[in-house]
């Protein structure tokens, strides 16, 4: 009795453990209500009910489970909300999920279209909220999931584009308000009316275009061009054309969500409480806005006016909210030519023709020889210029960008060839010439200055010596009329004729400050010079002392001094001459 109850206790235990973990899958005989989710494996992402900003209306999403602002990715049911806690998510038998109300009546439902045995719903660590068969759980043959159907955020590792066989197409649509997840007027989708591009309208109307993928960055959006962190790719087949992208670091989160007011928001969260951060946010300016200046027009920020023609069109007269028009009309001839333009956002991609293969030049070729082409450009410019891109209308929404990574080649009238070529040169020779001016004014400032800079420290240097010695001899000086000395202050050029220009010859002696010389003066007198070593570490200090000591004392059995001397930065006492030496000659 007592081995069956306790076993019966582990049972227990068994079941609330289980009951208290957090779950990821939901089978058919299991639901999520009200207050219940599904968690991630890695709690990256959590499925439950929520109520967004201020209403009290509730819908099943998902969200970052640690995030604290709780940021909803996916909506189920944006289009039909519960307005009381009692809703109910189940997976049925056929693999569809369904979410009842009080009433058991069907609020939403998922558009299964295959089938499974044994269906289970499944919340992965990528935040895509699956319906599989639980047999083949370890495997991507998905009967359904949420990332086929994008709310208005899309996730790392999440398509955004068109599946030709089945007719899926991939697009992100706004809230309509922060709270209200309802479809909005703004949405973000792969266009493939030409080459494909990435396009966020206003309803119908064209608001933004990233501009065409070359293989490196979209023309128009540098935004969304690899770093460190993110990658970000077109992939395009016969089957599918949609774009992807994906982190490299797992520890940052990020998110790319068109918001209610129309802009494509790039954010990233890196845990904890710091918040979600804002990476970019497009359209920026007035020119990211589509088509603002009409056909062959650019589009400049950093002029005014922001809007000018290219090089060989002019303003359309007759409207001039259309933008520009040929100077001179094609002749439709082999006279006609082609201009290349660089640093511009490609025009609008829409009926356009394109062919991943063929080499530039055959590009050229085809372009010249059909009458409808306007211009041509490299499809990707990865590995070099390479694949054909071709224009056969109005050219339309081109910026001019710094980052841009490829050239368009306009076809002009032969004469307006010739005299934009002419013109680009002359131009081209003036820069040079300006740049040349330019350097060489600068070099010769700067030579000037350093020429100034020679000359004042050529003149500062001995009258900065001279000030020296002034001071310093006005220094000793002040001693004399303290003390009512007088002490001769000796020129130097006294001191070098009487010492034979301190000749090797007259050394009496050397000592630790310096060399003791003989010298004459011109009234014959004989005198000791004591010359300071210019290596000497006795400064004015000691000098003035001794000096001032020697002075002060006059004894007949002490040597006298005579004066002194502080020019040329050296530092002089003259002594009168001991022609019998000195006592220690003969003590010692």
């Given amino acids: 009795m007592e081995a069956f109850s306790l076993l019966l206790l582990c049972f227990s235990l068994l079941n609330l453990i289980a009951f208290c973990a957090p779950r990821d899958t939901i089978n058919t005989l299991q639901s999520i209500g009200d207050g219940e989710t599904l968690v991630s494996a890695d709690e990256t992402f959590a499925l439950g009910f929520f109520s967004p900003g201020t209403s009290k209306n509730r819908y099943v999403g998902i969200w970052y489970n640690k995030d604290p602002t709780k940021a909803i990715v996916w909506v189920a049911n944006r289009e039909k909300p519960l307005t009381d806690s009692s809703g109910v998510l189940k997976v049925n038998t056929t693999g569809i999920l369904v979410l009842l109300d009080s009433n058991n009546s069907l609020i939403w439902s998922s558009n299964t279209t295959g089938s499974a045995r044994n269906p289970v719903a499944k919340l992965l660590n990528s935040g895509n909220f699956v319906v599989q068969d639980d047999s083949n759980s370890d495997t991507e043959d998905f009967v359904w999931q949420s990332f086929d159907y994008p709310g208005d955020t899309i996730l790392p590792g999440q398509k955004l584009g068109r599946n030709f066989a089945t007719g899926l197409n991939r697009r992100t649509i706004s809230w309509k308000s922060s709270d209200d997840p309802s479809p909005g007027s703004f949405s973000y989708q792969v266009e493939i009316d030409g080459y494909p591009q990435l396009v966020l309208r206003e309803g119908t109307t064209k608001r933004f275009r990233f501009g065409s993928w ?66 970019s946010h497009l359209p920026v300016d007035y020119c990211d806005y589509y088509g603002n200046c009409g056909a062959y027009a650019s589009c400049d920020t950093n002029r005014f006016p922001m809007c000018n023609c290219l090089d060989g069109f002019v303003q359309n007269t007759t409207d001039s909210s259309s933008g520009c028009v040929r100077r001179t009309s094609l002749s439709c001839n082999h006279s006609d030519g082609f201009v290349k333009f660089s640093g511009l956002k490609l025009p609008d991609t829409e009926g356009t023709r394109f062919n991943r293969s063929m080499r530039l030049e055959d590009c050229r070729i085809l372009c010249w020889n059909d009458c409808s082409c306007m211009a041509y450009a490299a499809l990707d410019v990865s590995k070099g210029p390479n694949g054909c891109l071709l224009w056969f209308g109005n050219l339309i929404d081109m910026k001019v960008m710094s980052a841009s990574d490829e050239d368009i080649y306009i076809k002009m009238a032969g004469i307006e060839v010739e005299a934009i070529e002419q013109n680009r040169s002359t131009k081209s020779k003036k820069r040079k010439l300006k740049i040349i ?27 900065k010596g001279k000030i020296k010695e002034e001071t310093e001899s006005g220094a000793i000086n002040s001693h004399h009329d303290e003390d009512d000395l007088e002490l001769p202050l000796f020129d130097m050029c006294t001191i070098t004729s009487a010492t034979s220009n301190f000749s090797s010859d007259n050394i009496l002696g050397t000592g630790g400050f310096g060399s ?63 022609r019998n030496k000195s006592l220690d000659f003969f003590i010692f």
């Fill in 516 to 578: 003791v010389y003989k010298g004459i003066l011109e009234n014959g007198r004989e005198i000791a010079v004591k010359r300071l070593s210019q290596n000497s570490s006795q400064g004015l200090q000691e000098f003035k002392n001794e000096v001032m000591h020697i002075a002060k004392l006059q004894h007949r059995n002490l040597v006298k001094l005579l004066g002194y001397c502080i020019q040329a930065g050296e530092r002089i006492l003259i002594y009168e001459f001991m």
């Fill in 437 to 463: 001016i330019a350097v060489s004014c600068v070099l010769s400032f700067g030579i000037l200055i350093l020429c100034l800079a020679f000359i004042i420290y050529g003149w500062k240097k001995p009258h």
């Fill in 214 to 279: 070359n293989g490196i960055q979209f023309s128009g959006g540098p935004q969304l061009k690899n770093d460190s962190v993110f990658r970000f790719s077109i992939i395009s087949d016969e089957e599918e054309v949609y774009s992807v992208f994906w982190l490299v670091d797992s520890s940052v989160h990020q998110r790319v969500q068109i918001t209610s007011d129309g802009f494509c928001q790039r954010a990233s969260w890196s845990g904890g409480n710091t918040g979600w951060i804002k990476i």
